[in-house]
């Protein structure tokens, strides 16, 4: 970085590599454009230091914007050189990482910024799914940057100073920054659920090198894989109190305990994040009802399908299937949530998430836990849209309804003609129960494989996904679906 100015934007490049890795592309490259007195601006290296490296000993290519030449916008040559660093990208198989602080359109060259926008956007387009992007929102992402950051697969922001938004808040009718900030971290990770992660800008660099550590480098050639220095056979003690908090579950089946949540500020009535097991990443989807913090609930949810957890486990789910991540579902589900607010597009949601569940070729292992309901179960990565192995817990209840509605249904005129209304209730429901909703009704139908103990759970699974490591599967021949 010699040729560069030492701002933050290349100290951050510094941070995130490993130490001494970082090797410069285009750092001669400043701005073509003489218009509007541009050639009395200085504009060291357009204001993006682009480069490769090493995180961990892997290669990565990485691009960070410089807010102190014309704060960080997006101008011709700034925009090629990014191209160019997807482009060697794409040809080495090795993610790309954009530290992000930009002002937008560099107007002083207006239609060679927009030209410049779109090739970035067509770059990311056709590395989606080949190799994994990073976003990390260290300043300003605004307009058409803001964009960019919604094509690629992860986003980070910094929880203070990081602003990414198409309108600014102040620009929207109604709104002002200080009423509610659209623009800042908290509202994108909770509210458009855009930036997966937040923190300082130390934890956010962390972060980045944990995930990159944990993803393969691109869509064919894993290096992912680690070395497991966990027990296999580890029996999970008091798992079976994790039903409400499935995020507590997924820890304690993971090696070591590692678990990194993703998107984890919104909706957090649906998890998604990555374990490990036997050394293999592994995507996770699960329901959760209860949120827990050193011991303490914290908050509780109903066990039900809402739009946005729909949409959060979709784009999960596309993304382990597009990178060859095997995906772990731990069910708790009872129906979709009933609000007007969900009704208006919770069919269209839920149905995106069948089609990404049946869709992904990877393989797929669903664990019940609790209780799988109609519908909703079927969505969350059921036996019938193609999971490869489903266990369920002994205690799980699995049917179309819960039982006592279902008997309240069936049995309607008995109940009203009964003396006893409530010990006909009690006795139709241990029979409905024992001969349609319990976890052996389900197995000896086939829609079980298997009913486990909890504290096995670990185990089980990673020996499910040992005898499913060389799956193939033949899909009729087609562009792609429209769902």
């Known amino acids: 970085m010699s040729n560069s100015a030492q701002t933050s934007a290349s100290s951050r ?28 601006q200085e504009t060291p290296a357009d204001g993006v230091v682009t480069g490769y490296g090493t995180i961990g000993g892997c290669l990565v290519y990485v691009y960070s914007q410089d807010a102190s030449v014309l704060g960080g916008s997006m101008g011709e040559m700034h925009a090629k050189k990014i191209c160019n660093i997807y482009s060697m990208a794409m040809k080495m198989g090795a993610p790309v990482i954009g530290l992000v602080d930009c002002a937008g359109l560099r107007l002083q060259e207006a239609t060679d910024a927009l030209d410049g926008f779109g090739k970035l956007y067509l770059s990311q387009t056709m590395a989606s799914g080949v190799i994994p992007q990073i976003t990390a929102i260290f300043g300003t992402c605004g307009g058409g940057m803001a964009v960019s950051a919604g094509i690629t697969d992860f986003t980070f922001m910094e929880e203070k100073s990081g602003k990414l938004f198409v309108n600014s808040p102040n620009a929207i009718d109604g709104n002002y920054k200080e009423k509610c900030d659209t623009s800042s971290a908290d509202f994108q990770s909770r509210e458009s659920g855009l930036a997966d992660f937040t923190g300082d800008e130390s934890s956010i660099i962390a972060q980045i090198r ?45 090696d070591n305990s590692f678990f990194m949540e993703v998107k984890k500020n919104y909706e957090p009535s649906m998890v998604t994040g990555f374990i490990r097991l036997n050394g293999t990443t592994i995507g996770c989807v699960a329901n959760r009802t209860e949120i827990y913090e050193n011991g303490e609930k914290k908050e509780t949810f109903e066990p ?53 569940y049946a869709n992904a070729s990877v393989p797929k292992v669903t664990v019940i836990v609790k209780e799988a309901f109609g519908s909703a179960y079927l969505t969350m990565g059921s036996k019938s849209i193609g999971a490869d192995v489903v266990y369920a817990w002994p205690g799980a209840v699995i049917g179309m309804m819960n039982p006592s509605e279902a008997v309240k249904i069936m049995y309607a005129k008995e109940i009203a003609a009964s003396g006893d209304a409530a010990a006909l209730i009690n006795e139709k429901t241990a029979e409905y129960t024992t001969l349609q909703s319990s976890a052996v009704a389900a197995a000896k139908r086939g829609y079980v494989d298997d009913i486990i103990k909890a504290g096995e759970t670990r185990q089980r699974v990673i020996a499910a996904f040992e005898m499913l490591f060389t ?5 009729p021949s087609k562009k792609h679906g429209t769902v």
């Open 304 to 356: 039900v399908l809402s739009g946005k957890g729909c949409d959060k486990a979709t784009d999960f789910i596309h993304f382990c299937d597009a990178f060859n991540i095997p995906v772990l579902t731990l069910v708790n589900v009872k129906g979709y949530k009933a609000k007007m607010c969900s009704e208006r597009r919770i069919a269209k949601a839920a149905a995106r998430l069948t089609y990404a």
């Open 13 to 40: 490049i510094a941070a995130l590599l490993d130490e001494n890795s970082f090797v410069e592309v285009g750092a001669y490259i400043t701005a073509r454009s003489t218009d509007f007195n541009m050639t009395e």
């Open 471 to 475: 799956k193939r599967e033949d899909r």
């Open 210 to 254: 944990t995930l990159v550590s944990i993803l393969p480098a691109n869509n064919e050639d894993d290096m992912s894989y680690g070395e497991c220095q966990d027990d296999l056979n580890r029996i999970c003690d008091n798992i079976e109190g994790c039903t409400g908090d499935t995020a507590l579950a997924l820890t304690l089946i993971s």
